[in-house]
């Protein structure tokens, strides 16, 4: 997507009703580098006055997307009206970002007219070049504004381009300079998780990214959520109190996810009202009901892919748009336990029971600090909350454990490797300790990580040598896993990659054994099209001889995983990876067998139909990957071309 965006500019001194107040800047600027880390936009475009543009574009550079600055007149004459009145902090912040050669800065040339008919046909004009940079592409527009509650009888300029934007169809998300006091707690699973009712895998995340948090911010709701704790079962009294006292939750069901239904159940004794509930439709997927007990419940729905496009991300937030109105607005009872028991004693907000009053409000008050600064999505400021988890005194050593972990998570999500490393290094919980299984899977991926960053290859064989390690320490544990064999392959496959120039033939055949032998076992744990394919080009590239015992493990795997991968393609005829992976089982045989691949073609040509960009990258990269360890290169590059050609 392209963001247009515009808003209110800073104060005047003296000014009787702040409508962008100083204390509210740092607040403001947080909340749009988050809302940019979860839509990604491609770009954003607007102009640079005082106040909220320069928010804006600070936000934007901070987060490396490309910025695009359109001033009405000249650069000097624009500094001087429109940035100049409102002092020199924002004078300082202008020549910075105009001088910034990220920046791509068009200058007008109209004669300077400081009227409001002259900026709004500077909104025009920016609508026009934003329209322009989407034309030809599955890009939208979305406009996100920041401007107080609009007065009918005197619109502003801001005011104008939300309208002329409306009027275009684009879509607008509107903040309001300062949060309302309406707080949301988002209920969810997290990352990629397995749909008990379909047996697919389902990408959790971009629904929070794409649809709630902008749906909330829009909102002008304080929201929180719990990533660590809801995917790890570690419930604390935290999140007890953000279930309970929340004035709103909303409650997401994709997966069925055991922890998710936990806290619904305590949100349901704890809030009469204003829980949502929120049932996606994954495209691809059978349409079914949650198996909860809850189907007498108003459930909201909305359609996504694996990904969240644009075009879906608007309707599903312009469906909960009235929904989060209503239920934040009116006294609607909707919890069954509420609704069955004369519950009414009991009111929030709840309060702690007083013997451990004392030690829930460090803890409470240690997480929310914490909370803020992974929520920032700051490497700097989540480096100076580790700091101050070291050194703080009332930090029991479980607590400081856990917020280390939740640390070193999210420095990992911004690349910051070797901090959460460090981090790990000084929290390693025993095997009885509910964050043993997240601490080593978070240990495997970091690791995994520092060694693919390495230049020297004795350092990055050592990081890897301690990724395996931890590995081996899981499937000890009892972690054996599809998910801890999945990362098993996928770090052995990094392994080979690197040793393809300089290393021994003899070594990559190894590791392709010792890749099969991990990918069987999540195979055998539980059964998957996608570790059934990564399975079968381990087989036929680890050099063994093709006996009848390959040939009959080669078929059994081929068999089973055409099977599953025959079912996901009759629930979604579309579904790009189905497609694709039928695309490279059909290969695997032909090739196995010495058979021609005009169907393989054939198939390739109809995943790459229904493939966006990314998806398709993928693919080819895979083939790529296959040509590089010995399958054909006319074959392979044959297949590359009908790709290309299908897009």
């Not at 607005?329 to 004369?342: G, I, K, T």
């Not at 030690?359 to 480096?383: F, H, P, Q, Y």
């Not at 390959?550 to 099977?563: A, D, G, I, K, Q």
Request: a negative charge.
């Amino acid at each position: 997507m392209i963001i247009l965006y515009a808003g209110v500019q800073a104060d005047e001194v003296g000014r009787a009703v702040a409508r962008l107040p100083e204390g509210s800047e740092e607040e403001l600027l947080t909340r749009l580098r988050g809302l940019f880390q979860s839509l990604q936009p491609s770009r954003l475009v607007g102009a640079l006055a005082s106040g909220s543009d320069i928010l804006f574009a600070r936000a934007a550079l901070s987060e490396g997307i490309p910025l695009r600055v359109l001033l009405p007149f000249a650069k000097e004459d624009f500094r001087r009206t429109s940035v100049e009145p409102r002092g020199a902090r924002w004078l300082a912040h202008f020549d910075r970002i105009v001088s910034d050669v990220a920046v791509d800065l068009v200058e007008g040339d109209r004669p300077v007219q400081e009227t409001a008919e002259a900026f709004n046909e500077h909104n025009l004009a920016m609508l026009d070049d934003a329209g322009a940079l989407v034309e030809g592409t599955d890009e939208r527009v979305w406009v996100v504004a920041i401007r107080p509650t609009p007065d009918p009888g005197a619109p502003t300029v801001t005011d104008n381009l939300v309208l002329r934007a409306e009027e275009r169809g684009h879509f607008v998300l509107d903040l309001a300079p300062i949060h309302d006091q309406v707080s949301a707690f988002i209920v969810m699973p997290y990352g990629v998780k397995k749909d008990v009712r379909t047996g697919k895998k389902v990408d959790c995340d971009p629904a929070f990214h794409r649809v709630y948090r902008p749906l909330l911010e829009d909102a002008d709701i304080s929201w929180n959520r719990a990533d660590l704790e809801t995917d790890s079962g570690i419930i604390h009294s935290g999140m007890i109190a953000a279930l309970a006292n929340s004035d709103l939750a909303l409650v997401d069901l994709t997966a069925t996810n055991f922890n998710v239904a936990y806290e619904l159940g305590v949100r349901h004794i704890f809030a009469d009202r204003a829980t949502v509930l929120i049932n996606p439709h994954v495209e691809g997927h059978a349409r079914s009901a949650p198996p909860f007990d809850i189907n007498m419940i108003r459930i909201h729905s909305f359609t996504r892919g694996q990904a969240v496009s644009d075009t879906q991300a608007e309707e599903a937030i312009r469906a909960l748009r009235p929904v989060i109105e209503r239920v934040t607005s009116e006294l609607e009872v909707d919890s069954p336990a509420h609704s069955w028991f004369d519950l009414a004693a009991l009111t929030r907000p709840y309060s702690q029971l007083s013997q451990v009053a004392a030690a829930l409000t460090v803890e409470n008050g240690a997480r929310d600090r914490i909370s803020v600064a992974i929520k920032s999505s700051d490497a700097v400021a989540m480096k100076a909350a580790a700091e101050w988890v070291a050194s703080a005194t009332e930090v029991h050593e479980g607590l400081r454990r856990s917020l280390r972990i939740e640390l070193a998570i999210g420095l990992h999500a911004e690349g910051a490797y070797e901090d959460a490393r460090a981090l790990l290094e000084l929290t390693q919980p025993t095997p009885d300790d509910p964050l043993h299984r997240i601490w080593l899977q978070e240990s495997v991926m970091v690791y995994r990580r520092l060694g693919e960053d390495a230049q020297d290859p004795e350092t990055r064989q050592e990081l890897w040598r301690t990724a395996r390690t931890y590995l081996e320490d899981a499937e000890k544990a009892g972690y054996a896993d599809s998910e801890t064999y999945g990362s098993w392959g996928g770090l052995i496959k990094r392994e080979l990659e690197k040793q393809l120039d300089s290393g021994d033939p003899a070594v990559a055949v190894s590791l392709f054994r010792e890749m099969a032998e991990k990918y069987r076992a999540g195979f055998e744990s539980d059964p998957s099209y996608y570790t059934g394919v990564n399975l079968l080009m381990a087989l036929r590239l680890g050099g063994r001889e093709r006996d009848d015992s390959f040939r009959e493990e080669f078929n059994e795997v081929l068999t089973v995983s055409r099977f599953l991968n025959r079912l996901a393609i009759a629930d979604g005829p579309t579904d790009y990876w189905a497609l694709a992976t039928r695309a490279e089982l059909t290969l695997h045989e032909c090739l196995e067998g010495g058979k021609p691949v005009d169907e393989v073609a054939e198939q390739y040509a109809e995943a790459a139909r229904h493939g966006n960009a990314d998806q398709v990258r993928s693919t080819k990269y895979q083939l790529g990957f296959l040509a590089r360890y010995g399958d054909p290169e006319d074959v392979i590059e044959r297949l590359r071309a009908v790709i290309e050609q299908a897009r």
